[in-house]
C-alpha cells in the first residue's frame, strides 16, 4: 500500500461527458502528480501541483483540468469525453521537489 | 527537456537466468534516476532510485542498478529471476528542480518456467 489513495477505481461513461478523479496523496506529501496510461501512448505525464499551485505541465488536453486543494487532495477533470480518453489514470505524490513518487493504484475510466 | 528509451519493449527469460534492462536518458545535467516496476492491474512501485554518489545502487527484490554518465545509461540488473518478477519496468528520469517527471516507454518482462 503505497499511501495515495485514488477513486473511484473504475468508470465507464459516454462520450460527451464529463468525470471528476480524485486523488489524496501520502500523509504530509506536498506534490501530487496526474499520468494518463494507455496501450498506445505508454505513461503520459499530465500535471504537476505542489502545495496548491501549479508547478509543471505537460501533455494536458484543454478538455482536462486539474486543481489541488489547500487539504492536498487533488481532482483530475475531464471533459468532453471522447473515446480515446479511455485509459487508466494515475496519481503520485511526492514529499519532496524532485523525490521519488509514490503511485496510487490508479482510475480506469472506460468512454463508450 | 528530458527524455528517456527504453530499447526492449518485451524480454524473455528463464526463472534462474540473469537479466539487463536497458534504459538510456537525455537530460543536460545529471539527472535523478529511478526505476519502477508495475504489475498487471497495479500501479506503479519504485524499485530503486540515483540521486548522486556511488553509481552502482541496490533496490529492492534484488534489483541494482548501475548510472554510467559516459553513455547516459541507467541500466537495471538482477542475477536470479523469479517467475514473480514477470511485470513492466519503467525507467524514469526527474530534473534537479523536481519538474518534468519523465517515463520510458517500459519493458515488459516475461519469464518462462
Known amino acids: 500500500d503505497s499511501g495515495v489513495t485514488q477513486t473511484p477505481k473504475h468508470l465507464i461513461t459516454a462520450t460527451g461527458q464529463r468525470v471528476t478523479l480524485r486523488c489524496s496523496p501520502r500523509?504530509?506529501?506536498?506534490?501530487v502528480y496526474w499520468y494518463q496510461q494507455s496501450l498506445d501512448q505508454g505513461l503520459q505525464f499530465l500535471i504537476q501541483y505542489y502545495n496548491g499551485e501549479e508547478r509543471a505541465k505537460g501533455n494536458i488536453l484543454e478538455r482536462f483540468s486539474a486543481q489541488q486543494f489547500p487539504d492536498l487532495h487533488s481532482e483530475l477533470n475531464l471533459s468532453s469525453l471522447e473515446l480515446g480518453d479511455s485509459a487508466l489514470y494515475f496519481c503520485?505524490?511526492?514529499?519532496?521537489?524532485?523525490?521519488?513518487?509514490?503511485f496510487g493504484e490508479g482510475s480506469r475510466l472506460t468512454v463508450l | 527537456a528530458q527524455s528517456v528509451t527504453q530499447p526492449d519493449i518485451h524480454i524473455t527469460v528463464s526463472e534462474g537466468a540473469s537479466l539487463e534492462l536497458r534504459c538510456n536518458y537525455s537530460?543536460?545535467?545529471?539527472?535523478?534516476l529511478f526505476w519502477y516496476v508495475q504489475s498487471p492491474g497495479q500501479g506503479l512501485q519504485l524499485l530503486l532510485k540515483y540521486f548522486s554518489g556511488d553509481t552502482l545502487v541496490q533496490g529492492i527484490k534484488g534489483f541494482e542498478a548501475e548510472f554510467k554518465r559516459s553513455q547516459s545509461s541507467f541500466n537495471l540488473r538482477k542475477p536470479s529471476v523469479h517467475w514473480s518478477d514477470a511485470a513492466e519496468y519503467f525507467c524514469a528520469v526527474v530534473d534537479n528542480y523536481g519538474q518534468n517527471f519523465v517515463f520510458g516507454p517500459g519493458t515488459r518482462l516475461s519469464v518462462l518456467p
Open positions: 537530460y543536460g545535467a545529471t539527472p535523478y
Open positions: 503520485a505524490s511526492s514529499l519532496l521537489v524532485a523525490g521519488e513518487l509514490f
Open positions: 500523509s504530509g506529501d506536498l506534490s
